[in-house]
């Protein structure tokens, strides 16, 4: 992983321009803070672990949950008739989709299709699937928080004849 830090000296002067009441004390402080650049193929992609999905998905990491900011991203890309096990969120998720098409749906609802450019906002607790069609893979970039240390509650499989009827419904 590679990391990309401000100039001390640039630091130093963005710090006294945004604050120009600041003492040396605060400008210490913000010296010591730095963006980080992590270059893309620096994460490893993971295979979509059998137990959580059903055909080929693989995940690329983008950002783990920290402190000062508790939720995590990945980009998720799933290939033709592959999906998730119906799961939760306990903080909610995003969905972003940026290509592919796919379909998502909440328990006892209709399916709806995805298309690159479509956003999701899954509530918290709202028990739901996504993955692609029978035909096309999907991608999405996947935001979702972190309560507890976990981001996801996962549940039993959508089986095929529930996959099946939500790609031949979808809205």
């Excluded at 402190?67 to 998720?76: K, L, T």
């Excluded at 996801?152 to 959508?158: G, L, S, Y």
Aim: aromatic share 6%; charged share 15%; net charge neutral.
């Amino acid at each position: 992983m590679s990391h990309k830090h401000i100039g001390t000296a640039a630091a130093a002067s963005f710090a006294l321009l945004a604050s120009p009441a600041a003492d040396t004390s605060e400008a210490a402080a913000q010296i010591q803070r730095s963006q980080t650049v992590t270059r893309a193929g620096a994460q490893a992609s993971i295979k979509g672990p059998a137990e959580y999905v059903t055909g080929s998905v693989r995940v690329d990491p983008l950002f783990a949950a920290n402190e000062s900011a508790p939720y995590s991203g990945g980009m998720v890309t799933f290939e033709p008739g592959a999906r998730s096990n119906w799961h939760t969120h306990p903080t909610g998720q995003h969905l972003i989709v940026i290509g592919g098409v796919g379909l998502t749906q909440e328990w006892n609802g209709a399916a709806s299709e995805l298309r690159a450019g479509d956003l999701v906002w899954c509530p918290p607790g709202v028990k739901h699937w996504h993955g692609a069609t029978p035909t096309s893979a999907l991608t999405h970039i996947a935001i979702s928080g972190v309560s507890g240390g976990k981001n996801v509650d996962w549940m039993e499989r959508v089986t095929d004849e529930q996959y099946v009827k939500a790609a031949g419904s979808r809205k």
